[in-house]
């Protein structure tokens, strides 16, 4: 859990100037950035703290860690969680009532599931579509790594956009760590250009970026990311 001694509103100060910053300095509106507060780790005091300085968009990436936190905080005001990790799909029918985005469906099974989970609780949920445009083997979502792979993702991603308790609206990607933030920019610029592929083949909203974490976000901002998801900045290192 993230230390007691960490100063998480000065670190969410810090955090929105560079945000800020980045987003001025690509011509872009700091408003058009959704900053996601990834508590994965974090206690609910945390949370708590990070809620009472202004953040409202918490992500989460295990549903079991999840739960517990959300029932610890149900009476805090406008939060809003985003389910950032990988589902399983036993998991999946856990999901909708409790996140309000779903930022990593990786399979059309995954989105399946979540449509019939939306419909039964009378829902229509935002989804991402989580992408594997680096290659990297650790990385989940679909592989497509090489643009040679691209037409055929456009049958499924027609399938999902179609399914009519699911609202998706863009991509979810996550670049390789690197010391170097300037090594994500490549990443970054693919998913958008799968995203241009993808807008003209597949009617829907195609609007959201979510990519760049705290090693990368500034470069993730210049390349269009509307979504960034920050924990470590925020919360402080993890244990384990």
């Known amino acids: 859990m993230a230390d007691v001694s960490v100063d998480i509103a000065s670190n969410l100060g810090t955090v929105r100037a560079r945000i800020a910053a980045a987003a ?5 509106d700091p408003a058009d950035v959704r900053l996601v507060a990834v508590s994965k780790g974090a206690s609910p005091e945390a949370i708590r703290r990070a809620h009472a300085a202004g953040q409202r968009d918490f992500g989460e990436n295990r549903v079991e860690e999840a739960l517990p936190k959300m029932e610890a905080l149900k009476d805090l005001e406008g939060i809003c969680w985003h389910m950032v990790g990988h589902i399983q799909s036993r998991k999946a029918r ?16 995954i989105a399946r599931l979540l449509d019939r989970e939306a419909e039964a609780h009378g ?15 650790t990385k989940e979502g ?5 643009r040679s792979l691209w037409a055929t ?3 499924e991603v027609t ?8 609202e998706v609206r863009g991509l979810m990607t996550m670049a390789p760590w690197s010391a170097d933030p300037e090594t994500a920019r490549p990443v970054f610029r693919k998913l958008r250009a799968l995203r241009d592929h993808l807008s003209g083949t597949v009617p829907g909203r195609w609007d959201e970026f979510s990519m760049g974490m705290t090693d990368d976000f500034e470069v993730a901002i210049e390349e269009g990311a509307t979504i960034v998801r920050i924990g470590r900045a925020i919360f402080g290192p993890r244990d384990g």
């Not at 001025?24 to 872009?28: E, V």
């Not at 856990?94 to 099974?109: E, N, Q, T």
């Open 94 to 109: 856990l999901i909708v009532p409790a996140f309000a985005w779903v930022h990593s469906v990786d399979r059309v099974k």
């Open 123 to 137: 829902q229509r949920l935002p989804v991402l579509l989580e992408c594997n445009v680096s290659g990297e083997a």
């Open 159 to 166: 399938e999902v956009a179609s399914l009519p308790h699911l």
């Open 153 to 155: 993702l456009t049958s």
């Open 24 to 28: 001025r300095g690509a011509g872009r």
């Open 142 to 146: 679909w592989h497509l790594a090489e």
